[in-house]
């Protein structure tokens, strides 16, 4: 993922709100969401190059998404996959902050991350620049691709629209679609020159190399819960749609 919007305790029918853009080479094989043959429980995507994914859920309301940390002087070939992070967390049992002090580790492993795990009664956060591991206040939360609710314009955009549209889907979507670019200004400096931090300030990534290629909604209510899933072209247009509701263990 590369803009993920929380809302956790902030609804009072649905302890978590997830609503995330994945932006990502537009080469890179990859399937759309479903039920994993391999792992029954998991409902994601899949990264069809490394195995892992960047966001799923499972029906016992374990949670995680994970989001690369920009630096494009820091890239290792040799570096694990951060997908396998997500899968590993949903498939295990450990605890959402137990898990992460473990990896905290080990991160060094990966190129920089951002990952958010969660169960039913927790949520917590890690980044690998930091290093640190902090449970998620109650509230409206947004990441993209540097530390939790760091203030670029994309992330406060995705904050404000998860607070005025919290609870209609439909709207949620709309803030997915938003491909309004930030002012110079306002850019951050990523060490990915001028050009191309225009190109990924808006919410919704436009282009024929790289850019948004799915957007997401997530509802984890407290017996039920229901994920959609929405494919997009180079043009940021819809071309397929598929929709999950599922029952949740007690």
Known sequence: MCLIAVAWRAHPDFPLVVAANRDEWRDRPAAPAHWWDDHP???????LQAGGTWMGVTRTRR????TNFRDPSDRRSTALSRGTLVTEFLRGEDPPAAYLARLAARASLYNGFNLLVGDAGSLFYFGS?????????PGVHALSNHLLDEPWP?????????REALGDDEALFRMLSDATPAPDEALPA?????ARERQLSPILITG??????????????????????RTRDATGTVTSAAA???ALAT
């Open 41 to 47: 429980a998991i409902l994601a995507g899949r990264d």
């Open 63 to 66: 949670f995680a998404a994970v």
């Open 129 to 137: 620049r930091e290093g640190e591991v902090r449970a998620v206040e």
């Open 154 to 162: 994309k992330v406060r955009r995705a904050q404000a629209g998860m």
């Open 190 to 194: 990523t060490g990915v020159g001028l």
């Open 208 to 229: 024929a190399d790289y850019g948004t290629r799915t957007s997401t909604v997530l509802r984890l209510g407290t017996g039920a819960a229901r994920l959609e899933e």
């Open 244 to 246: 999950f509701d599922f």
